[in-house]
């Protein structure tokens, strides 16, 4: 099945950094990129997507970048604060309806 | 929380036991689907139903079977659990958004199996 490598698995920044989490794919049919955020014990939550015929999508302090020639995806976080740590899981659509999950990177944000 | 229930939310039993978990939606969502959550893993899809009666199977099937015998309920059963089946258990729906079908998930279900 389709596979998705995500990168970096851990990331710890200062506050006020900025962070950026790549995620690339194999199949060139994929069409829809959801990003997901996890925080300690609860349950993983949509922050943002973007489909594949957008290049930028933005949303206050995240965005996310697809590059659809090179086949990857990324999430930036600008003006990063600590209750942005979490885990988060990039992920795309594979079939009709179901989604394939990257492994996830776990961001500390530092006071 | 669109909607999602999972029970039980935890559950401690022993190899070889079968044990059910239950997800229930009130929004009468088509699609739904049933993955774990491993460290290091991710999320990986078990199963997935698209109506009553229509399931399919995921990345990580094996062991598990489920059934829908209603639209608001998806039930995963582990027919003789193992350790290996010791995991966090995610449920989610999915609603269309023209082309997209955003997925949100229920509370999880935390199982150990000793």
């Known amino acids: 099945g389709e596979n998705v490598e995500q990168h970096p698995s851990t990331l710890s920044v200062q506050e006020g950094d900025s962070a950026v989490i790549k995620c690339t794919y194999s199949?060139?049919?994929?069409?829809?990129f959801p990003w997901y955020k996890q925080e300690l014990g609860k349950r993983p939550q949509l922050i943002i997507d973007?489909?594949?015929?957008?290049g930028e999508k933005k949303d206050q302090r995240i965005a996310v970048t697809l590059n659809k020639t090179a086949k990857h995806f990324s999430l930036h976080i600008t003006e990063t604060q600590p209750e942005d740590s979490a885990v988060y899981f990039c992920?795309?659509?594979?079939?009709?309806?179901?989604?394939?999950f990257g492994k996830g990177t776990m961001l500390l944000v530092s006071p | 929380d669109a909607g999602i229930t999972q029970s039980p939310r935890h559950k401690v039993t022993e190899t070889g036991t079968p044990v059910t978990l239950r997800c229930h939606q009130t929004?009468?969502?088509?699609?739904m689907y049933w993955y774990r959550q491993d460290p290091g893993h991710g999320l990986r899809l078990i199963h997935y139903?698209?109506?009553?009666?229509?399931?399919d199977k995921g990345e990580v099937s094996d062991g598990y079977s489920v059934s829908r015998s209603k639209t608001e309920d998806f039930l995963l059963t582990l027919e003789s659990a193992t350790s290996s089946q010791t995991s966090v258990y995610f449920c989610?729906?999915?609603?269309?958004?023209?082309?997209?079908?955003?997925?949100?998930f229920g509370a999880g279900t935390r199982l150990s199996v000793l």
């Open positions: 992920a795309l659509q594979t079939g009709y309806s179901t989604l394939t």
């Open positions: 973007i489909r594949s015929n957008v």
């Open positions: 989610a729906i999915s609603e269309a958004s023209g082309r997209r079908y955003i997925q949100y």
């Open positions: 199949d060139s049919a994929s069409n829809y």
């Open positions: 139903s698209y109506g009553v009666k229509d399931t």
């Open positions: 929004e009468n969502h088509r699609y």
